[in-house]
């Protein structure tokens, strides 16, 4: 069973900080990862898509990629209170035969303090 | 660009009545869609992948004659809660892909509420 974790938080950093959220998951299958940022009451908004090992920047976003850790994470630097969300990771695999839906985590709450 | 419309935003209705979910991608065709439903302070779980032409395949535990699903064209897909009840009232989100293990766009989402 593919699972995606996520710490829910909430994790508190001062405006201007870098924000490091964290995410692991079961399936080493595992080919695509989003960060989607979510606020209360509102659809997914996607953050940043990563599909290799390393380092994609975007911004004032980085995507880190592990496959061997199984480990994805998502800075924030420079971080302002409209950045305070939840964030939450998904990965999802692709079998051959047609798109897979994202397996999500649960979310991390972030939350910038002025 | 990547733009996804779903209809209506909001629901609230009787108890055993049927809704209609519409989900369209405006700006792209959409190789598949999905749809999600989100229970409060839970995360998104996948419900159904919807590809054109072609039957809906239903996560485990999802009920696909209580969740019909209708993929007419590649920019349009629709789900209908047949019957509904109070426990199907929930968040429900679609999104859609244009190629195969790309980033999906979701749909501004769909609060159903029955009474």
């Known amino acids: 069973q593919k699972e995606v974790e996520q710490n829910s938080g909430p994790l508190s950093v001062p405006e201007g900080a870098i924000a490091s959220l964290n995410c692991t998951y079961s399936d080493r299958g595992s080919q695509s990862f989003f960060w989607y940022r979510q606020y209360s009451g509102k659809s997914p908004e996607l953050i940043m898509s990563?599909?290799?090992?390393g380092d994609k920047e975007d911004g004032r976003f980085t995507a880190q990629l592990n496959k061997a850790s199984q480990y994805v994470s998502l800075l924030i630097r420079d971080s302002q209170p409209s950045d305070s969300a939840t964030y939450l990771c998904a990965v999802t695999f692709y079998s051959g035969g047609g798109a897979d839906g994202l397996t999500f985590g649960k979310g991390t709450h972030l939350i910038i303090q002025p | 660009g990547a733009v996804v419309s779903q209809h209506p935003s909001r629901v609230i209705c009787k108890s055993g009545t049927s809704v209609k979910i519409e989900c369209r991608s405006l700006d792209f065709q959409a190789t598949t869609m999905f749809w999600y439903r989100q229970f409060p302070k839970k995360s998104l779980m996948l419900m159904a992948t919807s590809n054109e032409g072609s039957k809906a395949t239903y996560e485990q535990g999802v009920e696909k004659d209580k969740f019909l699903i209708n993929h007419a064209s590649l920019t349009l897909s629709t789900l209908t809660v047949t019957s509904a009840h109070p426990e199907d009232s929930s968040f429900y989100i679609c999104?859609?892909?244009?190629?195969?293990?790309?980033?999906?766009?979701f749909g501004d989402g769909t609060r159903l509420s029955i009474l």
């Open positions: 999104s859609a892909t244009q190629t195969h293990g790309g980033p999906q766009h």
């Open positions: 990563i599909y290799s090992n």
